[in-house]
């Protein structure tokens, strides 16, 4: 067979198979139950045949997820859709290029707590340079709509995991979601683009939100860091949520001493709004790039919050007093606020 027969059979091929993935995709209008506003046009949906994924909690869903998620993203890419529920994962997933995980979400702080799409992860306990839940690879992804709790962390006494997202390659979005008990909750390996971090509600026990090896214009809007987030969650629902008062102390206090709610290292123009922060060690965290580019960077520049503060391209990015008083930064009243913590840079 000539060269140019073997190209063109090999490309029938190939096209008979993505055909037939298409074909087989029946996309089809999902109505949540907790925003009514909202009306998803999901690709697929996790729980129907033939991925037929666990919605209980009970079965571990991590291989039919995984199958969703690389047999969509064969096809280009599309929405991943988990209805309200509970999906057990003792493993962990890459998210491929074009593919979006979409579930059932309403803020925590609006009636939202232990509702919706819930991501029960197992995986990484005790170490936290074990593989992350998710890991993004290739090209954009989203995360949207979504909550994550670690049934087998402690209150009174947090043990590590590994980061629950770990951008590795491209831009991601990560919008409308909770993290019930993250020890990491997002943090970036390599690449760049235009992050869009936004509605972020979560506890973290180490660090919240990473922004680093943004190239130009990442967004962080409307995140809220606070212990209370694990601790108000209700206890028929997340179920070792520190909800008596010597727990939920215990908690305060472990974040008081541990969490740095944001960090952000090597980023050219980012734009925050709406940031809050309680009871942590560091509320926003400057600091020089960890060195994983080629040219390295300084640190982050082109900075703006709502309300007019900036931060102004500089070696050293200004420190601010490391007194822990709650207060506020710009002028704005949604700008950033952060209780019991400081604003410091390196």
Request: proline content about 7%.
């Amino acid at each position: 067979m000539s060269i140019n027969l073997r190209r063109a059979s090999m490309t029938a091929a190939a096209t008979t198979i993505l055909s037939t993935s298409l074909a087989a995709l029946e996309p089809r209008i999902v109505k949540p139950t907790l925003d009514q506003s909202d009306v998803v046009v999901a690709d697929v949906v996790i729980t129907d045949a033939p991925h037929a994924a666990d919605p209980t909690g009970v079965t571990d869903c991590t291989a039919s997820v995984q199958k969703a998620i690389d047999d969509l993203s064969k096809t280009g890419g599309g929405v991943l859709y988990f209805p309200a529920g509970r999906y057990r994962f003792n493993g962990t997933l890459i998210l491929q290029s074009g593919v979006t995980l979409k579930g059932d979400w309403a803020s925590p702080l609006k009636g939202g707590s232990g509702k919706g799409t819930i991501f029960m992860v197992y995986s990484g306990k005790g170490d936290e340079n074990a593989e992350p839940f998710i890991r993004t690879r290739r090209g954009p992804c989203a995360i949207k709509n979504l909550s994550f709790w670690y049934p087998e962390q402690n209150a009174e006494n947090p043990v590590p995991y590994p980061p629950t997202v770990l951008r590795e390659q491209m831009p991601g979005i990560v919008m409308r979601v909770t993290f019930y008990n993250s020890w990491v909750g997002y943090e970036v390996l390599h690449s760049g683009g235009s992050p869009l971090i936004s509605e972020v509600y979560g506890t973290f026990l180490k660090k919240g939100i990473q922004g680093d090896i943004c190239l130009e214009y990442g967004f962080f809007d409307r995140i809220h860091v606070s212990p209370g987030i694990w601790a108000d969650a209700p206890f028929n629902s997340i179920a070792n949520a520190p909800n008596d008062n010597e727990s939920r102390e215990k908690l305060v206090d472990w974040c008081r001493k541990n969490t740095v709610g944001l960090e952000f290292l090597k980023n050219d123009n980012i734009e925050l709004f709406h940031v809050t922060v309680k009871d942590a060690k560091v509320g926003i965290y400057y600091g020089k790039h960890a060195g994983r580019l080629r040219k390295g960077g300084l640190g982050t520049y082109g900075f703006r919050m709502k309300g007019g503060l900036k931060m102004p391209r500089s070696k050293k990015p200004p420190v601010a007093a490391k007194s822990a008083p709650p207060r506020q930064q710009g002028s704005d009243a949604g700008v950033a606020r952060q209780g019991r913590c400081c604003f410091r840079g390196v």
